[in-house]
């Protein structure tokens, strides 16, 4: 479904990421770790259409995906949950969901909202709440909420789970098992290594903006020596 061919990006002089590859199919969920900087942030920003490509192929449903906008992209079903989560803080959790996000039609978000409710029960009970009152995980629910909105098939969350108290981070692994068992394709970015590698059925290390390793992520799991080599921990 996402094929990524020796894609490099970056921003203006800055090269970001080269030649970086990977393919994830339908119901996957593909883990993107590596070290600060090593370009996985940027590579899911060149997939959202926010940062530019200079190289390589970025394919999408057998589609190439350069020439579209954002907002092409999340109408075919790409979506993205950036780094920070970005909620508006002063408005509340509902019209996070409704009007943050991308709207397909009235009738189809009041569906949605059902199924982030159902999927995320503490949202549910917070409809009303300001967003900036919610803790980390509970904001980090809302803005995985606000993506599926839109009725994702791609679904790309950067930093899943940092800051966030080891509870919530279970219930989003959770939920995100839920959506892949459902056919969605999820990219993650993490920290924690651990619990990607633990989720995830492949894994791409990048370091310096190059994919250095990748494999299933269970074969990543088992091999401290390789992660070691790579992130300088077991
Ligand atoms: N807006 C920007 N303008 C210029 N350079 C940038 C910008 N954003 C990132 N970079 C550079 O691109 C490279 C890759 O950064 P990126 O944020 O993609 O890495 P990352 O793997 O997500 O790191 P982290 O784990 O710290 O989030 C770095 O050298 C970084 O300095
Ligand atoms: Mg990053």
């Known amino acids: 479904m996402l094929e990524l061919s020796e894609l490099s990006c970056g921003y203006g002089e800055v090269v970001a990421v080269q030649r970086l590859s990977l393919r994830l199919e339908a119901g996957r969920m593909l883990a993107l770790i590596g070290p600060n900087g090593a370009g996985k942030s940027s590579a899911l920003g060149a997939v959202a259409g926010h940062v530019k490509v200079l190289g390589g192929r970025l394919t999408y449903d057998g589609a190439t995906l350069e020439r579209l906008t954002p907002g092409e992209r999340a109408a075919r079903g790409i979506a993205w949950v950036p780094e920070g989560r970005r909620l508006f803080g002063d408005l509340t959790v509902r019209e996070n969901l409704t009007v943050g996000g991308f709207v397909r039609t009235r009738r189809a978000e ?12 503490r949202v549910g009970e917070r409809l009303r709440q300001l967003a900036a009152s919610l803790s980390g995980g509970e904001q980090q629910m809302v803005a995985i909420g606000r993506a599926l909105m839109a009725e994702p098939r791609l679904l790309m969350i950067d930093e899943l789970s940092l800051g966030l108290m080891p509870k919530a981070v279970t219930q989003i692994y959770q939920a995100l098992a839920r959506l892949r068992a459902e056919g969605m394709a999820i990219l993650l970015v993490e920290q924690n290594t651990r619990h990607a590698l633990g989720a995830a059925d492949s894994a791409v290390i990048v370091e310096s903006g190059r994919d250095v390793w990748s494999g299933s992520a269970a074969e ?11 992130l300088g921990h077991g």
């Open 110 to 121: 009041a569906a949605n909202l059902e199924r982030v409710v159902a999927l995320f029960p």
């Open 220 to 230: 990543a799991a088992r091999d401290p020596a390789l992660l070691g080599h790579y």
